[in-house]
């Protein structure tokens, strides 16, 4: 019995109707549709992809980045006043003294703080959820790494390069693409059970814009997999890494010279403020996706509201490339239930098709991610090939069934076993029938820009992960974000040490002038106190019926004064 609705019952009998001769294209080996030219590729995206539409982004008024287009929505937060009054703290008394604070315990500050207690040091993790709370946790498909004998580093970056349009820092490619390997083996003796075939080779497959494959993932729940095992490592640690839950940064701590030296964490549970004065400073807060830029859906978790990026500015560190917005070709539109949840590049790598309401397969299934979101998005709009949801929303089918088709009966129940359970919760086996999919926001392209070393243009500051920028140029590849923040994150690991050492004595005199002087730079530039930032947590409480019951919320900053 089919999961959808009767209405859209004709359109599925056309994508089964030419299911046949698709499949028998892509059993030849040949390409099922031909790729589009950097011509067509460009006329997409400016016409359709929502970076590039009139009001995508505007010049940011303040800070280090002043005059720089953004994302528009990027600028509001940024320019929305500080959340703290700094003349309500007393900083003369730390409650915690370290090495090395790391800010955020995904994947990237999890390999960081395990990268701090090797080299003997102590340090502060503080979350702003639990440990593992993440992107990073979700993760699905896997990650690249040159790991195949047909495969090097150097092909891992000319790809990386050309999925970016050319805008990523080249040396940052080349840290990721080199130290791909080493990572897949790093994390392989730590624990990850990567999926293997009968000879204990990894099992690799393809992603959109890779010229080989070499994705390695564990099912589709990599980033559970992976989280997991570097959860594990940093509880082996007691004696060296300290562990706050609940427990946000909501701003950078600066000493004497203007270099970072701790933070001020926010216990979301009791309501307290804690001083934490460090010798380094790492940021991996990791992305944006809860801003639900142009309001489109998103794939991310709840602690994704762009804290990192907000701190790092108000105190002085330069950002990269904030004018770009990831949007995942395939979110599920439908059910409603989980409307943006993530269906994994992998299930397109596998050999499932994009495909319209008539059952036309009308664009290379492996497509650049924003190119393929952008076709996605002409083909449910301007072309109305699209089938539309119950609730008025528009999609494209996915036909996953295809998958066992080409590789034997059982491979989508295999690889893909918490895609399955997911649509099996409504009713939908995606082995029969094809997901119907809209873009969802996934990724933050930009961030605080970095070196090889991960330091950031502010002293003492270092960053490692998606709230990083330059690593991707405009456009992230399927599976490099993954090995994104475990080889940033260990290189802010080891550098984030490296300089605690020099700095063994230094007791920093700790400040919040900063915020006082970005408070200032607000109120001179005339922007009015409409919001305040960092947001924490997205509010998706309506503000008129709260305001019914609670006179003082104050739907700017999203919570009661
Ligand atoms: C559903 C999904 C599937 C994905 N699949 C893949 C994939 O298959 N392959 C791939 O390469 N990439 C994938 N990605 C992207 C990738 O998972 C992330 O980009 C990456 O994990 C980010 O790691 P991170 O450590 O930088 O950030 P995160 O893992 O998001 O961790 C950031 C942490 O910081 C915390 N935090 C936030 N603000 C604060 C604050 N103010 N103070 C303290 N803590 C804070 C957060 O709560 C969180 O715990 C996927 C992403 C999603 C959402």
Redesign the pocket.
Known sequence: MSGYPEYMQASLEKVKATRPARLEKAKAGREVIERMSLAEREEVLSGFHPDYQPDARKPIRIGHNKGEEMTSRVVDLLESYPSINPGDFDLSEPDFDTDVLI???????CMAAIQVANAGLNSVL????RVG????M??????QAAVNPHDNPAIHYLDAIGGGHFDNKPELVEALTMDGPMIAGYLEELGVMWDKNSEGICNTESGGGTSRRRMLSCRDY??AEIQRVLRDEVKNHPDKITIVEYS??VELLLDESGEAAGALLYNMETEEYTVVRARSVIM????F?RLHIKGFAT???Y???A??LVMAYHAGAKLLYMDSVQFHPTGAVYPEQILGF?I?EKVRGLGGQPVNKEGELFVFPLEPRDVEAASFIRESTKRGMGVKTPAGRVGVWLDSPLIDLLSGPGTIQTTLPAMVRQFKRFGIDITQEPMLVYPTL??QNGGIEINTDTRTTLAGLFA????SGGVHGRNRL??????D?NVF?RRAGKAAAERAKTLAEREAKLSLDHVRAFRAELEDTGIPETSHA?I?IPEYRNPEILKKHRKNYDPFIGRFL
């Open positions: 800010i955020g315990a995904g994947g990237g500050g503080a979350t702003k959820l709370d993440s992107n990073s979700m993760s699905q498909g896997g990650m990599t980033g946000p940064a991996s807060t990791g992305g996706g794939t991310n978790h602690g994704a509201t804290d990192g993530l994994t996934h990724y490692a992960g998606e709230v399927m599976g490099n974000s993954v090995l923040y994150g960092p924490l």
